[in-house]
């Protein structure tokens, strides 16, 4: 029953036959089969054939929420079980952050690895939005993103710090002997940005065109927050970006990081868990992690 809901699941992310059964390590018969036998054990027709996959039937995509619940308290019973063998965590971490918190996740990682040595880690880059639905989807086991920019649904959130800005200028420029700028001066400057489908750069545009005088179209963007910032370590660039990079990556003496106000901005950026107890034990772990850093990483931001 539990492989062939997941066979839905993937379905219903992939779109298409032939890659969720490819997700699934399995062959595109079997996984076919899988769903009709769990259709007809149901009662339900769950998918809407054709010559290709044309999205759930409303029950398939009622039946999809009670999937995610099952294989989700699945895994993590799993999870507890082995624990509960080996007598201390094992497992496999799977973790999405936003591009602008990429920099401060070894503060999480690093001491939960060094009390559970056997727990390991994936790690991607992913927008806002891919965070939250790669968690509800279960293909992820945790994320950290904004807390205060995106309905966040049915999730446990322990918000790590408030994400404050810094115009990144070289240091010979009109404004690189200042301590402190205006968001209205930050508008009339040519910059690099991430691209729009990243939640920060909404932020940026947002206070940007509150100041006045900006077009919206920078002179780069990307979604890499390493290729801006390294645009900006030549000294012929500039940039909006969080305290935390330039606390965190660095900055070259030809550069400097300066403190934006008019408005003070604040955004709260935290970790993300599935909602559900109860919670797989390596989440639990994590989660007690996230607080104890919490305090400690705010109040250096804060400085």
């Known amino acids: 029953m539990i492989d062939k809901l997941e066979f839905l699941m993937a379905l219903a992310r992939e779109r298409h036959f032939g890659k969720a059964a490819e997700a699934c390590g399995v062959t595109q018969p079997t996984l076919s089969a899988g769903i009709k036998q769990l259709e007809d054990g149901l009662g339900l027709l769950l998918v809407n054939r054709s010559a290709r996959y044309r999205g759930l039937t409303p029950e398939g995509e009622r039946v999809l929420e009670w999937a995610k619940r099952i294989v989700g308290d699945s895994r993590a019973m799993r999870q507890e079980v082995r624990a509960l063998k080996q007598g201390h965590l094992v497992g496999h971490l799977r973790l999405a952050a936003i591009p602008t918190a990429l920099a401060m996740v070894s503060a999480l990682t690093t001491p939960f690895r060094a009390k559970h040595p056997e727990v390991r880690f994936t790690i991607e880059s992913s927008s806002s939005i891919e965070v939250l639905n790669a968690l509800d989807s279960l293909e992820i086991d945790a994320g950290i993103t904004y807390l205060d920019n995106e309905p966040l649904g049915r999730v446990r959130s322990v918000p790590l710090y408030r994400e404050r800005y ?25 910059l690099c940005l991430l691209t729009p489908d990243m939640q920060n750069r909404r932020i940026i545009d947002r206070l940007l065109r509150e100041a006045g005088n900006f077009e919206g179209t920078p002179t780069l963007e990307s ?60 989440n639990a772990a994590f989660v007690a992690e996230a607080f104890k850093v919490a305090e400690e990483l705010d109040q250096g931001l804060a400085s």
């Open 223 to 282: 979604n890499s927050m390493i290729l801006l910032f390294s645009h900006v370590r030549t000294g012929r660039w500039a940039s909006v970006m969080p305290a935390i990079l330039a606390e965190t990556l660095g900055l070259t003496g030809a550069v400097r990081a300066i403190p934006i106000v008019e408005p003070s901005a604040v955004h709260t950026v935290g970790l993300v868990v599935p909602n559900r107890e109860p919670m797989a034990p390596v």
């Open 166 to 190: 810094r115009l990144m200028i070289a240091a010979d420029s009109p404004l690189g002997n200042r301590e402190q700028v205006t968001w209205a001066e930050v508008a009339r400057i040519p």
